[in-house]
């Protein structure tokens, strides 16, 4: 997300921060998370965006959950000291959405596959890299909070062609998927849906950006 990472690891002015860019799915997280341990990082943050799994929760809605579920069951609880001391820092007109977030195996792309998770988790909303980065923070020992920003409401649905255009580093190839919506008229509500979603949760995510770095 680049609201706070760039691709390689980077110490963030004079303050000692380390941030990367994973893009999508569980093994680059992992990936990007040893990259930043190798550098001197003494603790994890997953920060990005996630999917809505309840109508509640809409896109831009900001999530800081108290743990995250894995795709067996396992609950990774983030740290308390860390969670308390970031909620506390943000304003109170901020709604801060605490339900567990799940881990999401491949990518959720109709209102079905979202409400089978919530029912099979009974978490709230869903991501695929905070899981892998929570049980790598595990491993080695450090603590793990979690930020999150959702694009994508219970409901919307996902053109899988979009999923398969997301690069490595996260961001959208974009001529080809115009060259796609060209050719798919059907498609182009879903994308604009999701392209509003995603300008709804960067804009949250720069909020929290600002108010936990200031």
Do not use: N, Y
Request: one cysteine or more; hydrophobic letters at 50%; a positive charge.
């Amino acid at each position: 997300m680049r609201v706070f990472a760039r691709r390689r690891p980077r110490r963030s002015g004079g303050t000692p921060v380390l941030r990367a860019v994973s893009g999508v799915g569980a093994e680059r997280a992992c990936r990007a998370g040893r990259r930043l341990l190798a550098a001197g990082a003494t603790a994890l943050v997953s920060w990005g965006t996630a999917a809505a799994l309840v109508p509640e929760l809409g896109p831009g809605a900001l999530l800081l959950p108290r743990k995250v579920i894995g795709c067996d069951g396992t609950d990774f609880p983030v740290d308390s000291d860390w969670h308390q001391r970031v909620s506390e820092r943000l304003p109170r007109e901020l709604a801060v959405h605490m339900a567990p977030l799940a881990d999401a195996a491949e990518p959720l792309l109709s209102a079905i596959d979202k409400s089978q998770l919530a029912q099979r988790s009974g978490a709230d909303a869903a991501d695929m890299e905070s899981a892998a980065l929570a049980a790598l923070a595990r491993e080695a020992g450090v603590p793990l909070l979690v930020v999150r920003a959702v694009i994508d409401g219970a409901d919307a649905v996902v053109p899988a062609r979009l999923v398969t255009a997301a690069r490595a580093d996260g961001g959208l190839d974009v001529l080809s998927t115009l060259a796609w919506l060209a050719c798919s008229p059907s498609q182009w509500r879903a994308a604009f849906e999701l392209a509003r979603g995603f300008r709804a949760a960067l804009l949250t995510l720069q909020r929290v950006a600002h108010e936990v770095h200031t």
